[in-house]
């Protein structure tokens, strides 16, 4: 019954995403969307449309911190069911998370478990910059095209998500890294 209503407000709500995404690239802005509004198989769809279109799926693996993060957003701040709305469907929240989770590797949706915001963030970014690097060069050899000749950007964002995952993540590499930049900078001042 989740499930169903959940795809129920995903066709209300894709026409007017996409008339949104249509609006910005129109006028040439960079727009930021968020939400559990979309399933995986209609985030294909916008991209597929939408050339620039660069999603993710964020989630939180653990229940507990999940949880936490609604009492934060709620009016009074509380876990308590009968005065947070979001605790009272948590239920309903996590099979909505798990239903888009078991379904962006079909779509090769990158996810990100989102328990540190910062590094979320710094995958987003580098991920999300790189692959847009890939989408304006003419290095054919790393696209794959279309019959429309669009460049696809869904094997491309995948590769690179891959690419920045694998990269220097652990918190005891990055302290290393930071300590190693640090070091650096102080033996080139005079």
């Not at 249509?22 to 559990?36: C, D, T």
């Not at 929240?93 to 990100?112: E, G, H, M, N, V």
């Not at 580098?126 to 989408?135: D, Y």
């Amino acid at each position: 019954m989740t499930i169903s209503g959940y795809e129920e407000q995903n066709k209300i709500v894709l026409q007017k995403i996409d008339d949104i995404i249509s609006m910005a690239q129109k006028r040439n802005q960079s727009l930021i969307m968020e939400g559990v509004h979309l399933s995986m198989k209609s985030i294909n769809y916008l991209m597929k449309r939408h050339k620039n279109c660069i999603p993710f799926l964020i989630y939180i693996s653990s229940e507990a911190k999940h949880s936490e993060r609604f009492a934060i957003r709620a009016k009074y701040m509380t876990l308590e069911p009968r005065l947070n709305k979001y605790i009272r469907f948590f239920k309903n929240i996590r099979t909505i998370q798990s239903y888009l989770y078991d379904s962006a590797d079909k779509y090769l949706i990158p996810k990100i478990n989102n328990t540190n915001v910062d590094r979320s963030l710094a995958i987003l970014h580098q991920t999300v910059l790189t692959t847009l690097a890939h989408l304006v060069s003419d290095d054919d050899d790393i696209m794959h095209f279309e019959s429309s000749g669009h460049k696809n950007i869904i094997p491309i964002l995948h590769q690179e998500f891959l690419s920045v995952l694998e990269s220097k993540w652990s918190s005891k590499e990055m302290l290393q890294n930071i300590r190693e930049n640090n070091n650096n900078k102080s033996s080139i001042r005079p």
